[in-house]
């Protein structure tokens, strides 16, 4: 059974001052940089025999700084898209939207919960049908945390309990039969 590891981008300013990136293709900051090449210290690109990346310049950068050449670019794995929301914080959403939580009340303008679900639940398939032993998804918060919910076919709403940090690998494969988070946020 295919073990599938999971790469948030490195920082971006949006990431780090807490603002919804989606659609706009942020660059990696600095320490985004650093923390991307320290990824090769936990990532050997030989033992994977299946790369995918979202198009975003901040996934295929980490994965290219992280020692990963060969990466298929998979539409599938682009970030929630945000609609309205793109570029504000939480705090800014809920000024005009009071109580908004992205997990329940999805992105004015913007994607469905239904609709990232089912982009992300065809990666899920792409992965487990591929018969690979260990693949690679580099991509963003949002997106893998949907992802990992797939995985698992859990509620979209456990989505708040999974947080996911820039630059960091977590591993969904199996316990036994079933579809289990074997690590997170390494």
Known sequence: MTELYIVRHGETE??????????????LTDRGVEQAQALQAQLNPNDF???????????????????FDDVVID????????????????NE????????????NGCQGGESAD???ARLTRVMSRVRDSGVDKAICFAHGHALRVLA????????????????QTASVSVL???????AVIRWNM
Do not use: M, N
């Open 14 to 27: 949006w990431s780090k001052s807490g603002r919804h990136t989606s659609i706009t293709d942020l660059d």
């Open 49 to 67: 025999d299946l790369v995918l990346s979202s198009p975003r310049l901040r996934a295929r950068r980490t994965a290219e700084l992280a020692g």
């Open 75 to 90: 539409d599938d794995l682009s970030e929630w898209f945000y609609g309205d929301f793109e570029g504000k914080t939480s």
């Open 93 to 104: 959403i809920r000024e005009t939207h009071p109580g908004w939580r992205i997990w329940f």
């Open 115 to 117: 609709q990232v679900r």
């Open 149 to 164: 919910l797939a995985w698992l076919d859990f509620p979209l709403v456990f989505g708040q309990s999974f947080p996911i």
């Open 173 to 179: 494969g199996y316990e036994k039969e079933s579809a």
